[in-house]
């Protein structure tokens, strides 16, 4: 059975107590809700390094730049919380707004130069929203362990480095992007896109994808590759538009001139209708040997960028 509780006084209390039941280290997946299973990815690996898991659903206003991106946000509870029960997850914290930001709140956390661009850019205030939030997760649970996914790869990037200036004592683990069938990421606001805008919303992973094969075959030129991402991840029906594409260094966020650096990722956020959706990618060059068994495999098909 999964607890949920809602006030700060009462997490402690039941962490505390299942601590002395079944100790070892406490787990925390930070999540929004609308629980699909790119977050049952992580809660089942906090589950299995952590003998405390705790689920933390918070749709956190101060990371919302637009009112109605806030507003229609799906919240499911109910099913989030049976989702959790299936997982054995411990105890699910589903606090109020007012709980975690009581009159006269007035800490704010920001996080320099990683900050700066693509989201930080597109969506003013949004990290500090998302830092604040982290860091008071993190004070009120005490984890050892935090969990994050890949597919929201700033702010992973963005945790990390808070968690590190402020000396917070826990490890901020970075997981792997789950995504459907075809390739799109997982995402809570997927629910909102209609068949023909998932059609659409398929073509994001899918050029950036593009963008790895053909580092694998050879074509390392950044901007390259981008303008080739460009085309195919638009298409032909109008229904996306990009606000940005690019290969990033990512150890501080900045745009890759020049040739692909193994590790380099390729990021992304597009518009879909009233919906916007990020995604990421690894990008590594081949090593010599697979580099030329790509390249006539490449040759065969005749893709090239
Ligand atoms: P959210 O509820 O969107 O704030 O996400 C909560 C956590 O789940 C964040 O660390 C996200 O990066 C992670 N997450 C969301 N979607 C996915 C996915 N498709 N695969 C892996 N992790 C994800």
């Keep these: 059975m999964v607890l949920i509780v809602t006030t700060v006084s009462e997490l402690r209390r039941q962490i505390g107590q299942l601590l002395r039941e079944q100790p ?4 925390l997946v930070p999540t929004m809700g609308a629980l699909h299973a790119g977050h049952l990815s992580l809660l089942r690996r906090c589950r299995s390094e952590c003998s405390v898991t705790v689920v933390s659903i918070f749709v956190n206003p101060k990371q919302f730049g637009e009112q109605a991106d806030l507003d229609n946000y799906p919240r499911t509870l109910e099913a989030d919380s049976a989702l959790c029960a299936a997982e054995d997850v411990d105890i699910i914290f589903a606090p109020s707004p007012a709980e975690v930001y009581p009159a006269g709140f007035s800490t704010s956390v ?22 604040t939030v982290v860091a008071k997760l993190f004070m009120m649970v005490m984890p050892e362990r935090a969990y994050f996914g890949e597919k929201d790869f700033q702010q992973l ?5 808070m968690a590190q200036d402020l000396n917070l004592p826990v490890e901020v683990i970075g997981c792997p992007t789950v995504r459907e069938g075809a390739g799109l990421a997982l995402s809570s606001r997927n629910v909102r896109l ?14 950036l994808q ?14 390259t590759l981008i303008e080739d991402a460009r085309r195919h991840m638009l298409g032909t029906d109008g229904l996306l538009s990009i606000e940005y594409l690019a290969v990033v260094d990512p150890r501080d966020f900045r745009e890759r001139r020049g040739p692909v650096q193994a590790g380099d990722r390729v990021i992304t956020a597009v518009r879909c209708g009233a919906v916007r959706l990020i995604d990421n990618m690894e990008l590594q060059p081949a090593t010599a040997g697979a580099a030329g068994e790509q390249i006539q495999a490449g040759q065969a098909t005749g893709t090239g960028p």
């Design 24 to 27: 070892g280290a406490v787990g």
């Design 157 to 161: 990037a963005v945790v990390r480095r």
């Design 210 to 223: 593009r963008v790895q094969s053909f580092v694998l075959c050879g074509e390392t030129e950044s901007a």
């Design 194 to 207: 209609s068949p023909e805008d998932v059609q659409a919303a398929r073509r994001i992973s899918l050029a």
């Design 110 to 131: 920001h996080v320099g130069a990683l900050t700066d661009r693509w989201e930080g850019e597109f969506r003013p205030g949004h990290f500090d929203g998302v830092a």
